[in-house]
């Protein structure tokens, strides 16, 4: 272990890159071409991430490895897997004080909430991204980088569950989302933030209420496989061939994306009536974003043996459901699970 001037030892980061916006590459600024839209994503490899950004090798020990050099919107159920087990191993070495993923930012929060869920570790994981490639004029990702490590390396960051950093918010992984396409303050949360970084080091304003990490029963050790889960999302003039598409496939859930408050029009109701009959489960969430969806409100889930989210939005909906579904609780344990967290 490397040890500072004054003989304490510093924090070892494992920092674990697996591509996207933060890892792109784009024309240089004077080329003529927009300097943030015209990019290659996941093309600078996790060493170079690092080398960029003055301070980082002061602030902690790093060890850095190239998991993935992906997309994000390339992110499968069996990549997620693998993210997670990764995590949790390094999370388990005593020479590991804390984890940092460099990921894209399209399907960010969904990795968050999946570490946050199945990570059984106090230690504390951060994810963070960018907004615009390295080559953009004023480029968001090398201060993320390094704020993300200065949240993994602080002793206050343990036993708040994952946590997403981004434009100097420090966010739960269970509420934070993407809400705007470009720019650099994209990453917001329902209820707020945790924290924010202030001159390198992380203030707390909350904390999380709900389950995560070592008090979550959805351990990686536990979990080989994720059943298939789709999403429906609603829409005027929706037709049913969207559910039968993935039932087609084999799934074993759909999470229906409904309007309001998980509405569902009267044309739809007996095809999913039908979809509980044949024991796929449905599960009513909003396509809002936000907000809980009532039982049995506006659709009689206790005759079509359905369940609905409290507050979590259709992908954090999929992923929570394929965990429970991977332990083979019924539609009611599913229903709890749901409400729990």
Known sequence: ??????????????????????????????AGAAPSAAYQSAVTP????????????????????????IDSADFTDERLLLLARRVAALCDQDDID???????????????????????????????????????????????????VAVAAHPSSSGRGVLVVMNEDIHSARDVTKSHTMRVN??????????????????????????????????????DHLPLVGIV????????????????????????????GGTVPLALQPALRELGAQGVCVVRASRVGSGPVIRNASFDDDAC???????QNPPRARLLTALALAKSYTA????????RY
């Open 186 to 223: 994209a990453f917001t949360s329902p209820y707020g933030p945790l924290g924010s970084v202030v001159e390198g080091v992380p203030r707390w304003y909350r904390v999380v209420a709900r389950p995560h990490t070592t008090a979550s029963e959805f351990g990686i050790g536990q979990i």
């Open 1 to 30: 272990m490397k040890t500072t001037l004054n003989g304490t030892r510093k924090p070892c980061i494992a920092l674990i890159a697996t591509g996207g916006t933060i890892a792109g590459v784009g024309p240089k600024p004077d």
């Open 332 to 339: 009611a344990e599913l229903q709890q699970v749901l409400w």
């Open 46 to 69: 996790a060493d170079e991430l690092v080398s960029a950004v003055p301070g980082l090798s002061g602030m902690a020990q790093l060890k850095t490895e190239q998991l993935l050099q």
């Open 305 to 311: 043996d359905s369940v609905v989210v409290d507050d």
């Open 233 to 260: 999302t609603s829409h005027g003039q929706m037709r049913s061939e969207s559910f039968d598409a993935w039932t087609s496939l084999g799934a074993k859930a759909i999470v229906y994306a409904g309007f309001g």
């Open 98 to 148: 804390g984890v940092v993923v460099t990921h894209g930012t399209d399907t960010l929060e969904e990795s968050a909430y999946f570490l946050h869920l199945t990570v059984p570790s106090t230690k504390p994981v951060v994810l963070t991204g960018a907004m615009r490639p390295g080559t953009a004029l004023a480029p968001d990702g090398p201060l993320n980088l390094l704020h993300a």
